[in-house]
């Protein structure tokens, strides 16, 4: 068990452009989450996936951000057209769903957006 | 949608110290978990804990569902405890998301 994966850990980039982040799940856990935390706040969902279908969706989650989790392993996050209110920490967290669902994170992505 | 309190947002305490952590959550939850973030960013997970009473070490944490409530309990506290602590709930085992609330804020001094 390596636990949650994510990369990069920092991201720094200019406004307009388009940013990518990748989340390595726990092996055998079959959900997927994205939440974004800015500073002095807890974090806030975005979405999840099962397996590989993306099952809920936040309205937070603007029509330029993307998230894809094909093969139902690890999970792409991306934000086209970046602004700056974007900047903040992306977190991912796994699970395996049942009974006892515990939510484990990853280290984050942090993204600034000048 | 459901609204979660913790309190109080900041705690500032001397090393060996005790203290209790509160959440509040606004409606009925099938689960909830506490979680502390380190200085680095880094949570972890501490507790799930949808009703009764589990310690782990100095830790220990109660969830009243009844009374939608949730305390956490730090005992002889290190500063290594520093951080911020969240508890996070979820409406519907199947609903997949969970509500953070904004956190304590804990600064163990030696």
């Known amino acids: 068990d390596t636990g949650v994966s994510q990369d990069p850990r920092h991201k720094i980039t200019k406004r307009g452009q388009n940013v990518t982040f990748r989340c390595d799940p726990i092996s055998e856990h079959n959900r997927l989450y994205w939440y974004r935390q800015t500073l002095g706040q807890g974090p806030e969902f975005l979405t999840y996936f099962q397996n590989e279908a993306q099952l809920e969706k936040s309205r937070l989650l603007s029509d330029r951000f993307s998230a894809e989790r094909p093969k139902g392993s690890f999970s792409t996050l991306e934000i086209q057209r970046t602004e700056q209110g974007d900047s903040a920490m992306y977190l991912c967290?796994?699970?395996?769903?049942?009974?006892?669902?515990?939510?484990?994170f990853g280290s984050g992505t942090q993204l600034s957006v000048l | 949608g459901i609204q979660v309190e913790q309190s109080p947002p900041d705690l500032i305490l001397q090393e060996g110290a005790n203290s209790t952590l509160r959440c509040n959550f606004s409606?009925?939850?099938?689960?909830l978990q506490w979680f502390h973030q380190n200085p680095w960013g880094q949570l972890i997970n501490l507790f799930y804990?949808?009703?009764g009473t589990k310690q782990n070490g100095r830790l220990s944490a109660t969830t009243v569902a009844t009374e939608r409530y949730s305390l956490l309990y730090i005992s002889s506290s290190q500063t290594t405890d520093s951080g911020v602590y969240f508890c996070?709930?979820?409406?519907?085992?199947?609903?997949?998301?969970?509500?953070f609330g904004d956190g304590t804020t804990l600064t163990v001094k030696p």
């Open positions: 804990i949808p009703s």
């Open positions: 409606d009925s939850v099938n689960n």
């Open positions: 996070a709930v979820e409406l519907d085992t199947n609903a997949g998301k969970s509500t």
């Open positions: 967290a796994s699970s395996l769903s049942g009974p006892v669902e515990k939510l484990f």
